[in-house]
């Protein structure tokens, strides 16, 4: 099993401020098969990215993710009010697995 | 657009059998366009994959929960299905359905419905 282990566990920020939140896998992540999700309280995760840097449907582009094999990053240029939320890496080159998890907090 | 929602008993007791369904609208399941997965994440943590199911019946579970998981589809009534049998207060969590095609993430999710296991 892929082990994903997401770092910082919390992040705290001002809007207008860059995140920078991380994402590494236990071994190489196949086809660069890695996506990002967003989740607000009482809410189901948001897909943001797939394929480690291509954005979903929607999403702004103050979004971005990079990496390949075993390191992962999303970038958010520019904090909105509406994107202090939780964020999720997940792989899909070798069944399914998810990180634990990366708070962004207004600061 | 795809429109995913859950339902269920919100309360099973333990040593018994959860039972979730997923109602798929906006779509047709035997169009064979999309995988679907049931996902579930306990009260203030993360996030676990359960299995998915294909239209013609084929599944693929997490083998943490194999032997206790089965999935099922109705295309009939344009639905599938989650059994969890033997809970515990650690199934405790809210269970989402999702749907995904071939090589890709969960696109589209259903809002999760709370599952408590508790006598």
């Known amino acids: 099993e892929i082990v994903l282990t997401q770092s910082p566990g919390t992040l705290s920020l001002s809007p207008g401020e860059r995140a920078t939140l991380s994402c590494r896998a236990s071994?190489?992540?196949?086809?660069?098969?890695l996506a990002w999700y967003q989740q607000k309280p009482g809410q189901a995760p948001r897909l943001l990215i797939y394929?480690?840097?291509s954005r979903a449907t929607g999403i702004p582009d103050r979004f971005s993710g990079s990496g390949s094999g075993t390191d992962f990053t999303l970038t958010i240029s520019r904090l909105e009010p509406e994107d202090f939320a939780v964020y999720y890496c997940?792989?899909?080159?070798?069944?399914?697995?998810f990180g634990g998890g990366t708070k962004v907090e207004i600061k | 657009q795809v429109q995913l929602q859950e339902s269920g008993p919100g309360l099973v007791k333990p040593s018994q059998t959860l039972s979730l369904t997923c109602t798929v609208s906006?779509?047709?399941?035997?169009?064979?366009?999309?995988?679907w997965s049931w996902i579930r994440q306990p009260p203030g943590k993360g996030l676990e994959w359960i299995g998915y199911?294909?239209?013609?019946?084929?599944?693929y579970y997490n083998p943490s929960l194999k032997s206790r998981v089965t999935i099922s589809v109705d295309t009939s009534k344009n639905q599938f299905s989650l059994k969890l049998s033997s809970v515990t207060a650690a199934d405790t969590a809210v269970y989402y359905c999702?749907?995904?095609?071939?090589?890709?993430?969960?696109?589209?999710w259903g809002q999760g419905t709370l599952v408590t296991v508790s006598s």
């Open positions: 997940q792989q899909y080159g070798s069944s399914f697995t």
């Open positions: 999702a749907s995904m095609v071939t090589e890709a993430p969960f696109d589209y």
């Open positions: 199911i294909y239209y013609s019946g084929s599944t």
């Open positions: 906006g779509g047709s399941i035997s169009s064979g366009d999309y995988y």
């Open positions: 394929g480690a840097s």
């Open positions: 071994q190489s992540v196949s086809s660069s098969y």
